[in-house]
């Protein structure tokens, strides 16, 4: 009796295994609008456009990509069908008449065989001109950690003047800040958007929103940020360097030394042998503090002599800075 209802059993988890085994993978759709306004009211030119890749961020291509955008009162105001290219990328540009202002929603959806459906809403909003905004580039890629900017243009709408306008960022990824900077007061006034990612900021492709308000009229644009994420490093700490002790400072002064003037002439290494043997007298009384300073006019003698050596300063020059030098340590030695 066992064995009778064991192999039905065996046979229906071996089917759903084969087939989550075989699930299509789901595409990823991502998009990026700008809005440019016409000289009419009402009037307006839409551009969206983006990639079509997989759960692996690979490329898809020949994937179609349809749209259909639907005013305030959820009518149908436009229709299309695009083809992603070879590098998954895909564009499309229609134009609008007698809008009237509100919120509008632009419906895509990417479909090919042997992939899941992606779809996505993307709310925009059309309103009563005033000025347009505009940002370049549309999309960047950023690695864990590092940071990115991108240019944002205020620019009116038929006057050579522009209001005060407030300008916000959202929609932006967790762990990821952003400072804006006015470069430009004049027309087209020019902001610089700088977007700063963290060490664990998730990576990821995401859509920004830009929004712009002012006098009661509101705008916006869209961009893409594409966080790269960074190989993990080795915890380890890194080796800790010796520290230099005071007997080690005399040993180091002759090796740094005779490396910066080399090429000197044999009768300014001897001065220079000269001048060692005085700091190593000096430097058996001095304190630690003193020993730095009296180290730094050391090497400031020695980089004075391969100046002087390779003929990079004049011979009076030369004297009077190799003099003031020489005094500094004659104090030196009498406070010691």
Known sequence: MKRAWLSPLLLMLLVSYLQASTAAPQLVLTVSLDIQYG???????ITFSGRVIDPYNRTVQGATVSSQLTDPNKSSLHISLVYSKGD??????????????????????????????????????????????????????????????FEISIIPFQRDTLPQ????ILGLPPRVTYNLLNRSTAIPRILTLTLITRPDTPAGTYNFTVVGEARGYTHSTWGILEVAEVPQQSSEPPPTAPLV??????????????????????ILVLGRFRLLRAS???????????????????RAI????????????????????RQEYEERLERKKRKS
């Not at 007298?281 to 020993?291: A, F, G, H, I, T």
């Open 39 to 45: 000289t009419r009211e009402g009037e307006a030119t």
């Open 280 to 298: 190593r007298r000096v430097l058996e009384r001095l304190k630690p503090s003193e020993d730095r300073e009296y180290l730094a006019i050391a």
């Open 88 to 149: 998954g990328s895909y564009q499309n540009r229609f134009n609008i008449t007698n809008a009237i202002p509100g919120n509008y929603t632009l419906h895509l959806k990417a479909s090919k065989p042997g992939y899941d459906d992606a779809a996505l809403q993307v709310p925009l909003l059309l309103v009563s001109t005033a000025f347009n905004l505009k940002i370049s580039p549309v999309s960047r890629t950023l690695k864990q950690g590092s940071n990115g900017s």
């Open 245 to 266: 002790g005071r007997d080690q400072i005399d040993a180091l002064i002759l090796p740094i030394t005779v490396a910066l003037v080399g090429g000197a002439t044999s």
């Open 302 to 321: 020695a980089r004075l002599e391969e100046l002087r050596a390779t003929e990079k300063i004049d011979q009076e020059t030369y004297s009077r800075v």
């Open 165 to 168: 306008v407030s300008v916000k």
